[in-house]
């Protein structure tokens, strides 16, 4: 296929209308405009990151999607290129969704799903090798159907590696009846593929649904890989986001051993405190060595307040994912995050008042905290905060022995009340001395949290302007911090329309 400029595609009037909304982040990844949901084919090439995502560009609704394509040598200042993949006749004339690349010997290869109608089936196309320009295969779609002694309650998203001599593929799934699933495939040329079996199968009746550790009854976007502790031991994770009949709810990942044809678990973990604020999340290994992971920032306000914004949907920062000793996970933004500060506007250690004081104002911020709680001692931070505080979002954490309950309240964070202000919550690790170290990334409506290596990720939409104000609380807490303001980053509009 010929590659189409991304500034082709995309209506002026609705890049327009997305440039003016003030709840739109200027240094977390964007679409040009439109519909932009998971993270695809994340890979580093010749020093260059690549990042795919699903993209409508006609319109910020989830419908025919394409994959939109980006790229960039640090991670964090991005240039669009041509869309990649785009619906045509065939077994994908209803969207291109969510896939992997990976390198067939020296030939670039993408494993998607393709939409025609309710089937999703996987598809394969071969890539130049600047990963521009793309081609389906005539064989789509490369799996005719699910597996057919199990009714399943969809089937797509694919993780795609080389094991030895052979290809190994999973493709999200669920039985009915009994939970969600990854369905386990092999193949020698990603053309033709045998089915092997469930790698692990969930249980849907486990819990409460809809319950933060609720496993659904559909696994999508699962992912597999392994990392190593700071043990030396090695440790796999099999990540999933649940879902069920049609409703997205939350990432997790089951920690244990993959062996042969099956994973055998551990335990089971919450991937973002969040929620489905960061869903669907890929991950991949550097050049370096690294685990680097990404994910989707839904909305939290109406799908019509979207269409009338021209856009919907970010992309979280990159995330580097490395090994507890308890077999669980940490995350971090990327060093390379770090290049987007821009002016310290403070730097002050103290001992926290049970009295609420600004300490900082901004929309566009990176925060850096030290705390040292005492156990039972508390801290609340107040993100864009109105001086009347009629509008604020309140942070709070407190310690309870080894852990501190980290509480998310956004009952008043917006004077609108179509959003969306339903309460986050999770345990989050303590050192032994009460020490406590948390990241707050503040960029309009998107806000990344990491307190002791632990994730919560939210979208928050303040109506009024002077909704600015950063306040700490803490009676007797003793607290370092540092405060940067962001680069915006802009995108190259005039290198997306040439390429």
Known sequence: MTATSTSTLVPA???????????????????????????????QRDG?????????????????????HAVSTDLVHWRDLPIALTPSDGPDVDGCWSGVLVYDGDTPTIVYSGRHGERELPCVATGSPDLVEWTKIAENPVIAAPPADVEVTAFRDHCVWRE??????????????????????????????EYVGPLLVG????????????????????????????????????????????????PLYWSGRYEGDRFVPAAL???????????????????????????????????????????????????????????????????????????????FSSVLSAESVEVVRGDELDL????????????????????DDAERTHLHLQRHGDSAELTLDRTRSSLDPAVDASPRAGEVPVEVDGRLD??????????????????????VYPTRPDALGIRLSGDGVPAQLRVWSMHTVARD??????A
Do not use: K
Not at 52 to 58: E, K, M, S, T, V
Not at 178 to 193: K, P
Not at 447 to 455: C, N, T
């Open 438 to 459: 948390v990241r707050i990334l503040v960029d309009h409506s998107a806000l990344e949290v990491f307190a002791g290596g632990v994730p919560l990720t939210t979208r």
């Open 368 to 387: 850096e905290l030290r705390l040292t709680l005492p156990d039972g001692g508390a801290v609340t931070i107040a993100l864009r905060a109105t001086d």
């Open 164 to 193: 030895g001599d052979a290809w190994r593929q999973l493709i999200g799934s669920g039985i009915r009846g009994q939970g969600g699933t990854a369905f386990l495939y092999e193949s020698t040329d990603l053309r033709e593929w």
């Open 13 to 43: 009037e609705l890049i327009a209308r997305a440039a003016a909304d003030p709840h739109r982040p200027v240094y977390h990844f964007t679409a040009p405009a439109g519909w932009l949901n998971d993270p695809n084919g994340l890979t």
């Open 48 to 68: 260059e990151y690549h990042l795919f995502y699903q993209f409508n560009p006609y319109e910020p609704l989830h419908h025919r999607i394409h994959w939109g």
């Open 269 to 347: 973990h919450r991937l973002d405190l969040g929620g489905r604020y960061f869903y669907a999340p890929q991950s991949m290994r550097d050049e370096s060595g690294r685990r680097l992971m990404f994910g989707w920032l839904q909305e939290g306000r109406p799908d019509t307040a979207a269409v009338s914004a021209g856009w919907s949907g970010v992309m979280s920062l990159p995330r580097v994912v490395t090994a507890a000793p308890d077999g669980s996970l940490r995350q971090a933004p990327a060093p390379e995050v770090d290049a987007l500060r821009d002016e310290q506007l403070v730097s």
């Open 203 to 250: 249980d849907s009746a486990a819990g409460e649904a809809g319950a933060p550790d609720w496993t659904g009854t559909m696994w999508e976007c699962v992912d597999l890989f392994r990392v190593g502790g700071e043990d030396g031991a090695h440790r796999d994770i099999l990540v999933f986001s649940a879902w069920d009949d049609g409703v997205t709810h939350h």
């Open 493 to 498: 509009a005039a290198a997306a329309a040439g």
